[in-house]
């Protein structure tokens, strides 16, 4: 029904700074409450004392600003590649300081498969809706794991191209003017076998994909509150 | 068994000499009120202005503006005007309306009358064709209930939403609940008999007392209907608002549902549409009798849905683009889907629960088979459940349970090509559709 059976990767999704802000103001009006889950995934691995959370792929730097403003003790580090949405990010950090959010959060540019952070750093690596942009996701999905301690988690969420018609209808419906935008991000998007390919090709045959309503969900660790939605190759990818 | 030898039947291989040409067989008496009078039909009227824009509403509406107001009506009467032109509407009487929004009297007096009166010159209105019309408590006034009542409106809804003041102020209304008792009154001084309120249940701060409080005042205010919804929090952006208590909990909710139609019913009200209840007699005709009966529906204006020729569809979303098509000549159809026979039968059934009951006798008229022998399966588990009960005569949803889980019944009966996909909410999605023709489902038909 939609024109996303082929993965079509996106070439620079935002043509200039005028495009990203317009697509920010858009998520910062609509996206609260479906950020809300992501946002609580993220908070319900936060332990005491943690030194470092990195976000791969900031976008506009909303998520960042939110996990920042819940865990103010934790330093939040987000990385961009895309020099127009960090320029958005960054615009919105100052509004973030003006409004005087408690976190400790700090954006910058960079290269994803080079990321500018130690080994084993961060308690907590996330990305959301950037692994569609990701240009050698395998690559990314090594270095994610470089910095992430041993203990800690990283979890990558981004849209699932194979989900369900229905659901897909109902989105496009309410977001009225993003239409464009959504469509192309989900059919650049990857599906839950691609994915596993992804992780296998990148060493990561032990990390997990999940399926939930719209959305892929990547982690190095079981997230128990998904298990019922955990993809394995006998599922079905639509 | 040996049949009876008729003179007028053989079996092959003695040749039948009866030369056929006519079909069916069995005939009785006929008038030609039957062959020749006009049939049912509905309109749907969207007026997508409201004075005031409510955070918690879904819906697409437009801040009232006169330069666009002004445009949109000229349109509007144009698109009614189209319709009124075409053969297969001329054949039918409009005998029920609904105007919705929006907030249809965010138009003026002026504009109303002007909107009601072209309705009444361009179609061909039944004598005591049913209009209902929405409105606020805070638009209506004297001179526009006195408006619409003497140009053939005959039921009016108003969103009353709540009757206790720290709810309306949490929800953003004017917070007089007098000012709401007030539009009642205005509504009953201009002629109307029937008169809806709707009530929201699962607001902010809200106790069953407090709901209890909202019912009994809409009681003892003598409306005829009260239909009510769940409140939809949305993700609040407004710090100030951020701060409000919170929304009573899912169970709370279903009980407050359950609350309000036992209290409803034990007053005097029969349920109809699982949440809307009304005295008996003042049911509205649309929707009731639109699906069960299948009446034909026209939409007139953006995003307004209806039902004509085997097809169901919505009108253009976008105001803009609605007036520019309705000024080049065109109907601003923009999407919908064709209805096999199969699926409109499905679709008798899946309307037809919303209407708390589904007549045997009707639905064979109808479509032409027995929904009891149809949908066995179906049928079997929903009284397995204790959400339906089938008669000799009908299928009926139970009270209060059936009421409660009304749109779970309704959904039983979709088929599997339209399983899991949603209600429409008046978007075009059109330009991300790889193809329309993968939707029509491969079937002959005849056109005369």
Known sequence: ?238 | MTLPNLPFWKEYPTRDSEWVRQYPTRHHSIKEEEVFGKQQMGIYVHIPFCNRLCFSCPYIKHQTDKTITRRYLDALKTEISNYAARPYVQDHEITLGYIGGGTPTALSSAELEELLGHLHSELNMSDDVELSIETTPIDITKKKAETLYNNGVKRISLGVQTFVQEELESIGRPSDPKMLENAIKICQEAGFTNINIDLMHGLNGQTMESWEYSLDKAIELGVTCVSFYTYMEFAQVSTKRRKLPPVPTTDVVDEMFMFAAKKLTENGFDGYFGDCFAKPGYQPRYGERSWSENIPIIPLGPTATGHLKDHWYFNEPSINKYIEVVNSGQLPISMGQYISKEEAIRRGMILGVKASKVDRKMFKHLYGVDFVEKFQSEIQDLESKGLVELTQNELKVTDPKGWYYLDNISKTFYSESFKRYPQHLGSDITEFQSSVAEWQPIEITTRP
Request: hydrophobic share 40%; with cysteine; aromatic share 8%.
């Open chain 1, 1 to 238: 029904m939609f024109k996303i059976q082929d993965r079509k990767p996106r070439k620079a999704p935002f043509k200039d700074i005028d495009v990203a802000r317009a697509y920010d103001l858009g998520m910062r009006k609509s996206a609260l409450m479906s950020y809300q889950k992501p946002a609580n995934r993220i908070l319900e691995q936060a332990k005491d004392e943690m030194s470092d959370i990195v976000e791969v792929g900031v976008n506009t730097g909303l998520l960042s600003l939110y996990i920042g403003g819940k865990l103010p003790d934790t330093p939040v580090s987000g990385i961009e590649e895309n020099k127009i949405l960090l320029e958005v990010a960054e615009e919105n950090l100052n509004l973030a300081v003006w409004s005087s959010n408690k976190g400790d959060i700090e954006f910058e540019g960079g290269k994803f498969h080079a990321m500018p952070f130690e080994d084993g750093s961060a308690d907590i690596v996330f990305s959301f809706s950037s692994l569609h942009m990701w240009r050698n996701p395998i690559a990314v999905l090594k270095e994610c794991k470089r910095i992430c301690k041993h203990d800690g988690i990283v979890i990558i969420e981004d849209l699932n191209r194979a989900a369900e018609e229905g659901h897909i209808t109902f989105v496009l419906q309410f977001i009225k003017d993003g239409g464009n935008e959504f469509i192309e991000a989900l059919g650049s998007s990857y599906t839950p076998a691609e994915s596993r390919k992804l992780l296998n090709e990148a060493g990561l045959e032990e990390w997990n994909v999940y399926q939930e309503d719209l959305g892929l969900i990547i982690s190095s660790k079981p997230i128990d509150s998904l298990s019922s939605n955990l993809y394995t190759e006998d599922s079905n990818d639509n």
